[in-house]
């Protein structure tokens, strides 16, 4: 209680057997087992320095999974917006900005949040509806009021080519996604 998690703790730790004998892995480790999992998302993972990289390696190991990622908060400058880009070139993650801002219940006010929690959503939400052919873009961001970072048609038009995918608003269609790129430069697997 109250300790700070590290890296180890996402990534998983060796722990002794279960009392069947089964390995008992843990963090991303304790997913390798699991087929079903499809998107791996950990929305506060900009608050361990290498989180987002271990999660695109687990899913290019796994093959199978694709990783939502999305900018650190507080990028609200033109300056920071022009060095803003993915943790790596691949084709097993799609990056987010700016961060929205929702409803928070318990404060009574709007929090700023990550987007992947709600992307992944728009992910399931699109596959379930649409199937897996229809991108996961130009889609309602359910809950956001705002978000950190106005982006103007000028400031996506640079950040799309290095893999940004952009969350917008709009006037009288809200707040949207509008974006469907991997965060991977090669042009066979550039969308998602």
Same mark, same amino acid.
């Given at each position: 209680?109250?300790?700070?998690? !590290?890296i180890?703790? &996402?990534?998983?730790r060796? @722990?002794?057997?279960?009392p069947?004998? $089964?390995?008992?892995?843990?963090?991303?480790?304790g997913f390798?087992? *699991?087929?079903e999992?499809?998107?791996v998302v950990?929305?506060? &993972?900009h608050?361990?320095?290498t989180?987002?990289?271990e999660?695109?390696?687990h899913c290019?190991?796994m093959r199978d $999974?694709?990783?939502?990622?999305?900018s650190r908060?507080g990028?609200?400058t033109?300056?920071?917006?022009?060095? *803003?880009r993915?943790?790596?070139d691949t084709t &097993?993650a799609a990056f987010y900005?700016?961060? +929205?801002k929702? #409803?928070n219940?318990?404060?009574k006010q709007?929090?700023?949040v990550p987007?992947?929690?709600h992307? !992944?959503? +728009? &992910? !399931?939400k699109?596959?379930i509806e $649409?199937?897996? #052919?229809?991108?996961?873009?130009?889609e309602?961001?359910?809950?956001?009021?705002? +978000?950190e970072f106005?982006?103007?048609?000028?400031?996506?038009d640079? @950040?799309?080519p $290095?893999g940004?995918n952009?969350i917008?608003?709009f006037?009288?269609?809200g707040?949207r996604?509008?974006g469907a790129?991997t965060?991977s430069?090669n042009?066979?697997w550039?969308?998602?």
């Amino acid at each position: 209680p109250g300790d700070v998690l !590290a890296i180890g703790d &996402y990534t998983g730790r060796p @722990l002794p057997p279960l009392p069947d004998g $089964r390995i008992n892995k843990t963090g991303l480790q304790g997913f390798e087992q *699991i087929d079903e999992i499809a998107i791996v998302v950990a929305p506060d &993972y900009h608050e361990t320095a290498t989180l987002d990289t271990e999660l695109i390696t687990h899913c290019t190991q796994m093959r199978d $999974r694709f990783a939502i990622l999305h900018s650190r908060p507080g990028i609200d400058t033109l300056a920071a917006i022009n060095n *803003i880009r993915p943790p790596q070139d691949t084709t &097993y993650a799609a990056f987010y900005f700016p961060w +929205i801002k929702v #409803f928070n219940p318990l404060t009574k006010q709007d929090s700023k949040v990550p987007p992947s929690g709600h992307i !992944a959503g +728009i &992910y !399931a939400k699109t596959d379930i509806e $649409r199937g897996v #052919f229809k991108a996961p873009a130009n889609e309602v961001v359910v809950g956001a009021r705002s +978000i950190e970072f106005q982006i103007t048609k000028r400031e996506q038009d640079s @950040l799309n080519p $290095r893999g940004v995918n952009c969350i917008r608003a709009f006037p009288g269609r809200g707040i949207r996604v509008w974006g469907a790129r991997t965060a991977s430069s090669n042009t066979l697997w550039k969308y998602i």
